[in-house]
């Protein structure tokens, strides 16, 4: 079984301020870990994912997300947050076995100017 | 774009209504999959596409009926819906549905659903 939790339904920054959205997962194997961001009438588009390596995995808009095995967890960063970066973040999670993705409950960000 | 296109982009029925969703991806995959998105809930995976063939009907009620007529194509058939059946369906593709970290999925930009 997997599953993931992002234990924040909201975060607020202030823009230029570090961004971090809060991510854990449960596999029972080993993860490949993704980041997905949903903007307001969009899907969801592809920031950056772990699949092995760096621990530490730059993606998109200068998004990063650093993994951590002994937290289990996967946090997305940004050093300086734009107000466009507001939006629903979602964290996401597969076994290396397997090709279904879970899900977190998304994380809605809002970046105030 | 992602080069998954979903139509239509919002519908509105009443309970006794019928109507479909469609799906098209551009990108020569040969999976796709239905997933319900309900507000501050995880993405539910409902129905799994690979080659044409069924491999996933996660438990979804008959009254969401899927048709993949080909790889490119894929079809929510809805009938009889409940209240509680509105919410954004999102339909993504992949390669196939193998287990390979390069496997990712592409989601198009969902079908935002409104039962009365």
């Known amino acids: 079984a997997q599953s993931v939790a992002q234990p924040e339904d909201q975060v607020n920054v202030a823009e230029g301020n570090p961004l971090t959205v809060k991510c854990t997962y449960s596999?029972?194997?080993?993860?490949?870990l993704f980041w997905y961001v949903q903007y307001p009438n969009r899907g969801l588009q592809f920031l950056l994912k772990?699949?092995?390596?760096?621990?530490l995995v730059k993606g998109s808009y200068g998004f990063e997300a650093e993994f951590n095995k002994s937290q289990t967890s996967f946090h997305l960063k940004k050093p300086s947050a734009l107000v466009s970066d507001s939006a629903l973040y979602f964290c996401a999670v597969r076994d290396t076995a397997d090709y279904k993705l879970s899900f977190g409950a998304g994380t809605t960000v809002t970046v105030r100017a | 774009e992602t080069g998954v296109t979903q139509t239509p982009r919002h519908l509105v029925m009443g309970m006794t209504n019928k109507k479909s969703l469609k799906c098209e991806q551009h990108?020569?995959?040969?999976?796709m999959y239905w997933y319900k998105q309900s507000a501050k809930k995880p993405l539910e995976l409902m129905f799994v596409?690979?080659?044409?063939?069924?491999?996933e009907n996660n438990s979804v009620p008959s009254r969401f009926s899927p048709e993949c007529p080909n790889s490119s194509h894929l079809f929510l058939h809805l009938h009889t819906l409940q209240p509680e059946d509105s919410a954004l369906y999102l339909c993504?593709?992949?390669?196939?549905?193998?287990?390979?970290?390069?496997?990712?999925?592409?989601f198009g930009p969902g079908t935002r659903l409104t039962v009365l």
């Open positions: 993504a593709s992949s390669q196939t549905t193998s287990a390979s970290s390069y496997n990712e999925q592409f």
């Open positions: 596999v029972s194997g080993n993860p490949y």
């Open positions: 772990y699949i092995t390596g760096d621990n």
């Open positions: 990108l020569g995959h040969n999976a």
């Open positions: 596409y690979n080659f044409k063939e069924q491999t």
